[in-house]
């Protein structure tokens, strides 16, 4: 003899997931918020030693690498499906202002202040907190007292202020 038996066998759909939305770079000690259009999905960090996020999408830099964020949603069958976004995490440029000479002198002289220099980088000079009007070059010549400061912003999109450099101008 044969027999035969006959089981019906459903094979449910992977739920439609969004794709990841959003800026996908962060500086370390930044956050920045990605967004999903799919309801109900959950948000994780493939590495939380680079990166965290919360369940509203806030993906916060920890430290510089690389790191898969997931949305995924798990439909009524419960198939599950993800949505992936690579996040950059960039670690802040290191400014700093070297002095070309010494930064007391008498009326009339200057001395040049000279920001850390990289391909792409953008410069804004600083008096005392305040941006002075088209102080956007590597380097300034400062010829009147103040605390003079930059900040430097790069391909990397994490600005770093530069420690202040005290400039004394005598009579």
């Given at each position: 003899?044969?027999?035969?038996?006959?089981?019906?066998?459903?094979?449910?759909?992977?739920?439609?997931?969004?794709?990841?939305?959003?800026?996908?770079?962060?500086?370390?000690?930044?956050?920045?918020?990605?967004?999903?259009?799919?309801?109900?999905?959950?948000?994780?960090?493939g590495?939380?030693?680079?990166?965290?996020?919360?369940?509203?999408?806030?993906?916060?830099?920890?430290a510089?690498?690389?790191?898969?964020?997931?949305?995924?949603?798990?439909?009524?069958?419960?198939?599950?499906?993800?949505?992936?976004?690579v996040?950059?995490?960039?670690?802040?440029?290191?400014?700093?202002?070297?002095?070309?000479?010494?930064?007391?002198?008498?009326?009339?002289?200057?001395?040049?202040?000279?920001?850390?220099?990289?391909?792409?980088?953008?410069?804004?000079?600083?008096?005392?907190?305040?941006?002075?009007?088209?102080?956007?070059?590597?380097?300034?010549?400062?010829?009147?007292?103040?605390?003079?400061?930059?900040?430097?912003?790069?391909?990397?999109?994490?600005?770093?202020?530069?420690?202040?450099?005290?400039?004394?101008?005598?009579?």
């Amino acid at each position: 003899g044969t027999a035969t038996a006959t089981q019906a066998v459903t094979v449910n759909p992977f739920p439609i997931v969004a794709p990841v939305t959003g800026v996908l770079k962060v500086c370390v000690a930044g956050t920045t918020t990605l967004s999903n259009a799919t309801p109900a999905g959950v948000w994780t960090s493939g590495n939380t030693l680079l990166a965290t996020v919360s369940s509203t999408g806030v993906v916060s830099g920890v430290a510089a690498g690389s790191v898969p964020i997931s949305y995924t949603v798990v439909n009524t069958a419960g198939c599950a499906y993800a949505s992936i976004g690579v996040m950059a995490v960039n670690a802040p440029i290191s400014a700093v202002i070297t002095p070309a000479s010494s930064t007391f002198f008498c009326s009339g002289a200057f001395v040049t202040l000279n920001a850390s220099a990289g391909t792409g980088y953008t410069y804004q000079w600083q008096n005392g907190g305040v941006d002075i009007a088209g102080a956007t070059a590597a380097s300034y010549n400062a010829n009147f007292t103040g605390n003079f400061g930059v900040i430097v912003n790069g391909p990397s999109i994490c600005a770093s202020s530069a420690p202040v450099v005290p400039v004394t101008v005598n009579p």
